[in-house]
Nanobody, 121 residues
Framework: QVQLVESGGGLVQAGGSLRLSCAASGRTASTYAMGWFRQAPGKERVFVASISRGGDGIYYRNFAKGRFTISRDNAKNTVYLQMNSLTPEDTALYYC??????????????WGQGTQVTVSS
């Protein structure tokens, strides 16, 4: 069993930055691939980025490439999403997910409750 708790969301102006964190509990948390997803009001949940257990496999959705960076610190059981050059289109509830292997998809085994990101114009 893995519990995930996201933090770091908030209100930011367009062009600003935020760093999201996802703390995973459980002795084997570092053995899971991790991913970030987002869901805007009235829209489906979509993939943002994922990272393999060892951090050597990283994937981004096109809109995240060049602006977002996913990373993990297995010693802290934490995965991060650094988001730069934010636009109002990035406004969404951001979720962390964990799955035994890659790719991490919307069918991932474990999910956090989400952290809200709101970007004002």
């Amino acid at each position: 069993q893995v519990q995930l708790v996201e933090s770091g969301g908030g209100l930011v102006q367009a062009g600003g930055s935020l760093r999201l964190s996802c703390a995973a509990s459980g002795r084997t948390a570092s053995t899971y691939a991790m991913g970030w997803f987002r869901q805007a009001p009235g829209k489906e949940r979509v993939f943002v980025a994922s990272i393999s257990r060892g951090g050597d496999g990283i994937y981004y959705r096109n809109f995240a490439k060049g602006r977002f960076t996913i990373s993990r610190d297995n010693a802290k059981n934490t995965v991060y999403l650094q988001m730069n050059s934010l636009t109002p289109e990035d406004t969404a509830l951001y979720y962390c997910a964990a799955d035994p292997g890659m790719p991490v998809t919307t069918s991932a085994r474990y999910w956090g409750q989400g952290t809200q990101v709101t970007v004002s114009s």
